[in-house]
């Protein structure tokens, strides 16, 4: 049977978009400028995201129960390395499902649909190596043997900073403060990782199209492209490959990545407001720096759904705000208590119906 996808390919092409030059993808500190600039930003790196843990337990009340945090300065081939190997590890069983049922993955063909399958996931991976700074990945950390590391793409953050003329140890703390969050929120809150998880792997089961759900995801884009609507939706490729009675399930992974980025953003103004004075510049800038892609850039993002997500964002982050306006850091620690309590996207963009739903739960516990 062909190979469902051609990871060796990937990492190759991926490696190939990330540096501009095949010969850098090794994965060593040497794409850097500098050894001496790679120390420094390794040692900033670890002092801002120690300092950042305790900014982010004061600001949240969130007590991470792992043990002290710890960063990995990486280049792009070394992200684009450890990310297709989780990939890897949660989509090849799927793949290799999908491949057994259908003749045309038999043979040579497959082989051919592999290797075309691995080029598209190695550009779609190198394009996103040159734009990711920080990353605390649940999905990652399954994979390491120690795990729990925030990692950081080292030439991003340095071609950023030269870019704007950030000053380097404010940037640095502002990154790993939003990084930091999302450590706190998967470290502290126990139910919180196994449930993410969870929603994950329902997610892959829905993603095990034949050939007929593939066909119809494509007639409905070209419906949809037919009557001036967007092919590919809000939720991007995955949302054209899930079958409708699956969209409850994209709904639900849409609403808790809203309240955690939005709950990110949140904290990392408020963590940050002494030791970053220059945050709304940072916040500013990169919100150009998004906007700024060409053609082939803006399409990469309406198929990953990375527009969609960053509308999302601001509503999660909305949501936080009008909960805490209304019920202070006690009403908003009740979405902390269970899955129960998670916003629905309905929720997300009508805060006050969550609000009116977990008020009750506010006064029962305070009998």
Not at 30 to 52: G, N
Not at 114 to 132: D, H, I, P
Not at 280 to 285: D, G, L, S, T, V
Request: net charge negative; proline share 5%; aromatic share 6%.
């Amino acid at each position: 049977m062909g190979n469902s996808v051609s990871w060796t390919l990937a990492e190759r092409v991926a490696g190939w978009v990330a540096s501009g030059n095949p010969r850098t993808q090794q994965g060593s500190p040497a794409s850097l400028r500098s050894v001496a600039e790679s120390l420094r930003l390794e040692a900033d790196l670890s002092e801002a995201t120690v300092l950042a843990a305790a900014l982010v337990e004061e600001a949240t009340g969130l007590r991470p129960l792992t043990g002290p945090a710890r960063s990995e300065v990486l280049d792009r081939p070394g992200w684009v390395k450890s990310n297709l190997r989780t990939f890897e590890r949660l989509t090849a069983p799927v793949l290799d499902r999908v491949a057994s049922r259908s003749r045309f993955m038999q043979g040579p063909l497959g082989d051919v649909a592999g290797a075309a399958t691995g080029v598209e996931l190695g550009v779609v991976l190198g394009w996103m190596s040159k734009r990711v700074l920080g990353q605390y990945d649940l999905l990652l950390a399954e994979d390491d043997a120690d795990g729990d590391v925030v990692r950081y793409v080292g030439p991003n953050i340095l071609a950023i900073e030269q870019r704007y003329g950030f000053p380097e140890r404010q940037f640095r703390l502002w990154i790993a403060l939003h990084e930091l969050t999302h450590r706190a929120q998967f470290t502290a809150v126990d139910w919180l990782g196994p449930y993410f998880l969870g929603l994950v792997e329902e997610g892959l089961v829905a993603l095990s199209p034949d050939g007929r759900q593939m066909l119809a995801a494509l007639r409905r884009a070209l419906d949809d492209a037919r009557h001036g609507g967007n092919p590919v939706g809000e939720m991007g490729l995955m949302g054209m490959l899930v079958p409708p009675e699956q969209r409850e399930l994209l709904g639900r992974i849409q609403a808790l990545m809203s309240l955690l980025e939005g709950h990110g953003d949140v904290t990392m103004d408020r963590a940050g407001k002494d030791a970053v004075p220059e945050a709304a510049w940072f916040a500013e800038c990169l919100r150009e720096r998004r906007k700024s892609g060409g053609a082939p850039a803006r399409l990469i993002q309406q198929l990953l759904g990375i527009d969609a997500k960053m509308r999302q964002y601001e509503q999660g982050e909305n949501f936080v705000r009008a909960v805490e306006a209304s019920g202070g850091s006690e009403l908003l620690g009740v979405v902390w208590k269970g899955a129960e309590w998670l916003p629905t996207m309905e929720e997300i963009r009508d805060p006050g119906l969550w609000i009116s739903r977990a008020g009750s739960e506010v006064a029962r516990s305070s009998r």
